[in-house]
């Protein structure tokens, strides 16, 4: 039995064995091959074309989008321009190794600088290169493996993009070596409703076949767990699919009093699982997934028709999208290209679209007519916002082309320390749980080395949401939370009891979370707040959060 900790994201618990993902490969060293060129060169046919059929049949199976690119991509594979350029180079007597990852290379650098919708294929390019040479050496193919049963996928990191396309029929758990609790890894990791523990820096000692418990309700995973822990593990699971069973009922306190449960999507696709999981309307749209891997602007048609998508899917409901974020974590070369020491600190979210206004206005346009033609209840909000000033020149840009509500992200400290006037010049705020965390602890989110002070129960954070709180109070504005400390089911209740209205996490959050706010009143919950902000940090206020619950549940239990 072996215990690894990490940073747990979300409730869940998962039980299989490793599958490690295949590390990139390195350059093939560029030494003179002792074969022929003619061996050398039906070696590299013979491997391009093997992984050229894997591709395919991958896509098949695969059908949707998934089919296209995939199919698209083995077409690459055998292309007659690289299997000349391949031949060349193996007459220079190179190894079909190095001649693979040569004139895959010049191919990329060639999309690249055509720019466009060509620059986007160089890394499907990448991608093939890396399998043919892993075939070559008769390795694992680099990138999410496929070993054709359940398992739990153990990798150093995992781009985003492969994140969104894990089979969730085949990969039960997920635990990464990188990666903070914020990272977009584990935002959607979240989304997807993966069990994940990710900044597991004593991972890399897992290895193939273990049987590992993930629990990422302790941040912790078990190898070669006892039968106790095995059956425990097994019957959490069947309890945590019973709550996700029960009937979904709008999110409320015990008295009734309701707090909306919304939730954060970055697609359309994901809106119809989230209604059946009882969605009440949209706290957060990440505009920016749309376009990660864009290297223009999207036009405002192409915006108009996403956008009109998901408020159709939402009619009658609230959908608060926020405009382009780009930078840091999330960059968007047609924002901001340029080299930053510090990103986090630079010309990010609002900043970054002021720098380029008229991709605001696109974007504000497409929402509106996205807006007149559907009949959700549109608000929008800027990201980043660190002045009263921005919060002024974006609402009255929003209202300028056609949007009803606008607000801003409380996510900088300067924006939640002057929060009445910042709430004075919109009409609501939305607290990015994540960026104030950064912010506030000064700890970059995408640092597993300092995922320890990216904890949002740290007393500091949850002063400062309590002072955004009192300020939509007294004004009388809307204060919401979208960031990912909405989903941690007792957090939610200080979060309420701190002042918030309505909570947005990740759909799969949202029965815990629910089950949660129905077992206190109002006043718990400022009783709660009240101990954890009390504290000297955010082990201490979490452990008085729970503690002050505890108290409440006996002493109902003996009133009873
Ligand atoms: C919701 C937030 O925005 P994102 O995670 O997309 O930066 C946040 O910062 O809490
Ligand atoms: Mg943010």
Redesign the pocket.
Known sequence: MMEITGTGIGQGVAVGPVVRMAERLPEPVDRPSHLDPEREGERARGSLSVVAAELANRGAKAGGAAKDVLEAQAMMAEDPSIIDEVTKLLATGKTAERAVYEAFAAYRDLLVGMGGYMGERAADLDDISQRVIAHLLKLPAPGVPNPGHPFVLVARDLAPADTAMLDLDQVLGLVTVGGGP?SHTA?LAREKAIVAVVGAADATALADGDTVVVDAAAGLVVSTPTPEQLADANARIAERAALQAAPVTPGALADGTPVPLLVNLGSAEGAVEALRLGAEGVG?F?TEFLFLDHNTAPSVRDQQEHYTKLLRAFAGKKVVVRVL?AGADKPLSFLNAAHEENPALGLRGIRALRHSEVILREQLTALAAADAATDAEVWVMAPMVATVEEARYFSALAKELGMRVAGVMV?TPSAALIADRVLAACDFASI?????TQYTMAADRLLGTVANLQDPWHPAVLRLVGDVGAAGAELGKPVGI??EAAADPLLAVVLVGLGATSLSMSPSALADVRASLARYSPDDAKALARAALAAEGAAEAKRAAEAAASEITASRATAS
């Open positions: 914020t935002i957060l990440r974020d996510e990015g749980t994540n960026d104030l979208c960031g």
